[in-house]
């Protein structure tokens, strides 16, 4: 209500009330929802005056003489206003709470009176405050007009406050105003000392008061308050009633039992029930029957896949990796079964998260006996379920992408946090750090992308000692039947063994014809060899590994049971898996993976390799079954054209030893490592192989146009160029080849003979066929035949631990500009300890979430749960907790169930889930009062169920539910869309998402996504109407009825499709519209079977109704 010039102003009456223009106070507050009124002729000079809460006050229906009644009001409290002042206790104390934190922790950086005023504000006094800026006056009536206001209301084009965050949240704007209004209360008299405004701007200031919010603060034990126990002693209820009585609103009453069924099918199974299911619950008059129907549900092996499908939307589950390549995450789908299994066994959530995090590192692992496989290892495949680019000119660059989309998804999933806000500064609300932010970095940095086998070891080592025990008798066997070959045939093909050996042709050529002068040029061969040799070792080199030596085997870390703790020595040897061949290969000494089985996995990693010039890789090595080598740039785990990947097993090559060279100039400046690995284990782009082996000799980086090494055969040249070359070289040929089968069979071999030994068995000059009978037949088929009872691996994505170091923190989050180390530690608003260890420190990390002093992990999976059963969180924004998320609608309640869950339920899902559906405020109806949508629109206070919309998942295996076509078959690789399994199956590749479920808001999985949108839009009716899948279940549905009786007919498909009998106007409706719909077909097309098309489109229909689709 507004004065001028003795007129009145902005009155308005409403069928015999009084609505008050709501405008700003300078004057001292009654609270946010005062009203107020403006008064201008009269000396006040634009104060204004609280006389009553907001609102519609009644008044006469004739408005003039209400207005005299309030102008009476407001003239007796005149002297009083009048007397106020702006710098009363409780203006101050307004200041000092909502005003000065913001001041200090947003504006003094920049606007300070000691080190920098921009645009010559400073405010940090009320002096400066009032003189404004270098633009004139800061501070004006009404607050809306505020140059301070405008600024933060980011109004004024390229004078948006705070500089270069986001904008201040609407209520804080909302304090400034109100704090203007009543004319700036102010008590700084003079500027902060620059020690003070250093202290009071410094990031611990900062977070202390950052940390007062309340997600922050730990979580209270309260009781349980006693409002009304006659409406429900449920603890769950007595909270909520508590806050329904605080905003005068009543709960509704229980739902009806057939609505109840159905919320509780969908909310725990994801599946509607069928009608049998219904009617049995229906006839059950007992009164714990509801108890028990949750009971069986929770029981169900249908819970795990739907809680699985709302666990795979927090840690954004996929099955490829996005980006132009989109390559696939193979074995993704084991962590989805993973899930269903742990949620249908209700592992508690403590043990679910700390494999989460370390499930391959706990020293207690999770074993499933009946499986044969350790669960606890699949839990860190999330790690993995990364969005990244394809084949980057930036390793480092991706690789901290790679990292920061792993970091910020964890947080957001199981912290509630926005943690990777901080990346390139502290963060602009919560007391997360930048610090905070590469402690937690440096955990994720000090591991490295791979592959875990899931199969316990014994499994996977089945007679691996009988086999071993094996090979030393094959060993004698073998070497028997070679010296007896070498004795009875003395002459052997010098020109065979040469080019076996790879021996220029030249030589072999001479060697046919004249071997005395085949040996004296070999012998020359063998001198530039040893130079060349020589030349290569003593070449300038950061990083050269022998890994023929345990020494050097030692510096880089190995992965799998087909490598051994030390390198095979000279003379290890591999059995032929199949066919007539007897060896696969005699090696000299290596580290390779099938010394027992080509099934066993490897992989065999170098430290890093820091490349401070421009320098060449070589590496010696072989391999076959598409084994894989490759270098990897800045730990990013990608393949392609600009990371060249050797595949052995593309030419019958590759089973030799040679020299692979990869030029690695483009990469100066980078670090790099170098991988082998089995080809079922290479940690993106995987190859299909049921067996694959490598080996691996040397490894060194040598200046760019360092001359390559020789053949890696040339010791064996050495050992044939030794005999003389006199006649008759081929005896003395024979006599080195049978010196080395000796030294063979004694375990005594040298690297030169054993790769000797390698060429006779390529040239054909022994024996390489088991005979058909005797002992060494006999020892080949035991061995064959135990060989092939090892078990193919189970391999899923995960991480391995690497070389355990701290983190540089990058200035402005630019990885091109390195500062000190941070140490790898928890978020310092809960511990800011440092972790000790040389492994990463994700056992650490898993410890400090769930320690008892952490508020949020446990606040954040109750507020989950209670998400997905209510459909809102008691925090609606679950997965921010901080301060851009809003606050708790029943704080006390998330801190009771937070409590409950850590030490009455034991961290137990499923007991959690049972207490909530079994609360009175649960299994409310939905149908809202009209005090309800008066007072409380969005049920805020639960007075009522939410009716929601089904999420995709559930309108998929609804329909294939009720149209009987649904495969309850579990687990196993993701299907197509169209095929008739769960939709928690349905394959998840990024490029490439199912159309039905996009369509109803199944969540794009690039983010934590843990509340869906539910969208209204035209294309999810179309889809529903045109989708051929749909069209099929609705026909099937309408076949499978009884059709002798229309009645009964529709009678049965209301049951099927909507779980209830239809009411009488509703029975009478349906047999119309199947009436007018098969006239329509018979007119359209007399020939066609109308009737059945009419049923299929009333089972159609029933199928689009807002009832099949919704949950009330």
């Not at 499986?371 to 000119?393: K, L, Y």
């Not at 590496?619 to 270098?631: F, K, Q, T, V």
């Not at 939410?946 to 539910?961: G, M, P, Q, T, Y």
């Not at 006239?1079 to 009737?1091: H, I, L, P, V």
């Amino acid at each position: 209500m507004l004065l001028r010039h003795g007129r009145l102003k902005n009155l308005t009456g409403v069928a015999g009330k009084l609505r008050m223009e709501s405008l700003p106070l300078l004057n001292h507050p009654f609270g946010r929802n005062a009203m107020h009124l403006s008064w201008t002729a009269v000396g006040f000079h634009g104060r204004t005056l609280t006389i009553a809460p907001a609102g519609e006050i009644p008044v006469s229906r004739r408005p003039w003489a209400a207005c005299l009644v309030w102008l009476a009001c407001v003239w007796s409290m005149l002297p009083s206003a009048l007397a106020q002042s702006p710098e009363t206790a409780e203006g101050i104390e307004f200041f000092e709470e909502r005003i000065r934190p913001v001041l200090i922790e947003r504006c003094y950086e920049c606007h300070n009176s000691s080190t920098r005023a921009e645009a010559g504000l400073a405010l940090d006094h009320r002096a400066a405050l009032r003189r404004g800026s270098d633009s004139g006056p800061v501070l004006a009536q009404p607050p809306g007009a505020s140059l301070l206001i405008r600024v933060l209301r980011h109004e004024i084009d390229g004078l948006e406050m705070p500089a270069g965050g986001p904008q201040l949240d609407d209520s804080t704007i909302d304090d400034f105003e109100r704090w203007i209004a009543w004319g700036a209360p102010d008590p700084r008299e003079a500027p902060p000392p620059p020690e003070e405004l250093a202290k009071q701007t410094s990031w611990e200031s900062i977070r202390k008061q950052r940390q007062q919010w309340w997600s922050f603060q730990p979580i209270a034990d309260p009781r349980p308050p006693t409002p009304d126990l006659s409406w429900s002693d449920h603890p769950v209820d007595r909270f909520v009633l508590q806050r329904m009585l605080e905003h005068q609103l009543s709960p509704n009453p229980e739902a009806p039992r057939p609505i109840l069924i159905r919320r509780l099918y969908l909310a725990l199974l994801g599946l509607p029930p069928d009608p049998r299911a219904i009617q049995q619950f229906l006839a059950d008059p007992a009164p714990d029957a509801y108890e028990r129907l949750v009971d069986r549900l929770l029981e169900s092996q249908h819970f795990g896949e739907r809680w699985a499908r709302h666990w795979m939307d927090w840690v954004r589950y996929a099955e490829s990796h996005g980006s132009e390549g989109d390559p696939p995450i193979e074995g993704a789908y084991h962590y989805r079964d993973y899930l269903i299994r742990a949620l249908n066994a209700d592992v508690p959530f403590d043990q679910l998260l700390r494999e989460h995090i370390a499930g391959d590192l706990l020293p207690q692992p999770r074993i499933d006996r009946e499986r044969g496989i350790n669960e606890s290892i699949i839990g860190t495949a999330h790690w993995r379920m990364v969005f990244h680019g394809f084949a980057p000119t930036d390793a480092l660059d991706e690789r901290v992408r790679f990292n920061d989309d792993a970091l910020g998804t964890f947080c957001k999933a199981f912290l509630g946090l926005t943690v990777s806000c901080a990346r390139c500064h502290d963060h602009k609300f919560d007391p997360i750090s930048q610090a905070d932010y590469y402690a937690l970095y440096g955990i994720l940095d000090s591991t490295r992308p791979g592959r875990h086998c899931i199969d316990l070891p014994e499994r996977l080592e089945k007679h691996r000692e009988t086999l071993a025990a094996l090979q030393g008798e094959l060993r004698g066997e073998i070497a028997r039947l070679w010296l007896e070959h070498l004795s009875s045939n003395s002459t052997q093909d010098l020109a065979s063994l040469l080019s076996a050996l790879g021996v220029e042709n030249g030589i072999v050529d001479l060697a046919r014809s004249q071997p005395g002068a085949a040996l004296a040029r070999l012998r020359q061969a063998v001198e530039r060899a040893r130079a060349q040799q020589a030349a290569f070792d003593t070449a300038p080199s950061p990083a050269r590994y022998e890994l023929q030596s345990p020494q050097g085997f030692q510096q880089w870390f190995a992965y799998g049971i087909g490598l051994d703790d030390a390198p095979s020595t000279a003379g290890q040897f591999t059995i032929a898996d199949s066919g007539d061949r007897l060896l696969f290969d005699i090696y000299p000494g290596s580290v390779l993976t099938h010394a027992i089985s080509t099934k066993h996995p490897g992989r065999l990693t170098s430290p890093d390799i820091l490349l401070d010039q421009k320098v060449d890789l070589w590496l010696l090595a072989c391999g076959g079954g598409r084994a894989m080598s490759r270098y990897v740039v800045q730990n990013y785990p990608r393949n392609g054209t600009v990371y060249p990947v050797t595949e052995f097993n593309k030419t019958p090559q590759d089973n030799r030893w040679r020299w692979i060279r990869y030029p690695l100039d483009y990469w100066q400046g980078d670090a790099i490592h170098i991988e082998l690995t089995t080809a079922g284990d290479a940690p993106l782009l995987v190859k299909p192989a049921e067996r694959s082996w490598f080996a691996v000799r040397r490894a060194a980086i040598v200046p760019q146009g360092t001359a390559a090494p020789p053949s890696p055969e040339w010791p064996a040249w050495e050992r044939i160029a030794s005999i003389p070359d006199t006649p008759p070289e081929t005896d003395r040929f024979v006599e080195v080849i049978t010196e080395a089968v000796r030294a063979w069979s004694l375990d005594r071999i040298t690297d030169a003979d054993a790769l000797l030994l390698s060429a006779c068995l390529r040239a054909g000059l022994l024996p390489n066929a088991a005979p058909a009978d005797g002992r060494l037949r006999e020892l080949v088929d035991t061995y064959r035949r135990l060989e092939s009872e090892i078990p193919v691996p189970t391999r899923v994505p995960g991480l391995d631990e690497w070389r355990g170091h701290d983190h540089p923190l990058f200035e402005r989050g630019d990885h091109r500009r390195p500062g000190p180390l941070v140490p790898r530690r928890f978020l310092e608003a809960i511990d800011a300890r440092p972790y000790h260890t040389p492994l990463s420190g994700r056992l650490e990390l898993a410890d400090d979430m769930l320690r008892s002093d952490n508020p949020l992990t446990a606040r954040v999976i109750v507020n989950r749960v209670w998400h997905h059963l209510f459909g809102r969180g008691l925090v609606p924004t679950v997965d921010n907790l901080g301060r851009l998320g809003e606050p708790p609608s029943h704080p006390l309640l998330l801190d009771y169930l937070a409590t409950e869950l850590r030490t009455q339920h034991g961290w137990s899902l499923k007991r959690l889930i049972r207490s909530i559906v079994l609360s009175r405020t649960w299994r409310q109806d939905s149908q809202p009062s009209s005090d309800a949508l008066r007072i409380d629109p969005a049920n805020r206070w639960l007075s009522h169920f939410s009716v929601a919309r089904l999420d995709a998942e559930s309108i998929r295996d609804a329909l294939l539910a009720v149209s009987g076509r649904l495969d309850s078959g579990m687990f196993g690789p993701s299907v197509p869309g169209s095929t008739p399994r769960r939709s928690v199956y349905v394959r998840v590749i990024r490029n490439n998402l199912d159309p039905l479920l996009t369509a109803f808001d199944a969540p794009v999985p690039f983010s934590t996504t843990g509340r869906r949108d539910r969208t209204n839009v035209p294309a999810q009716a179309l889809i529903l109407m045109n989708n051929p899948m749909i069209r099929d279940m609705a026909t099937e549905l309408a076949a499978g009825t009884d059709q002798a009786d229309a009645e009964r007919r529709v009678t049965e498909l209301w049951w099927r499709i909507l779980g209830r009998a239809p009411e009488r106007w509703e029975l009478q409706a349906s047999l119309q519209f199947i009436a007018s719909t098969r006239e329509a077909y018979r007119q359209r097309d007399s020939a066609g079977d109308a009737e059945t098309a009419a049923w299929i489109d009333m089972a159609h229909s029933l199928l689009n109704t807002k009832e099949f689709l919704y949950v009330r």
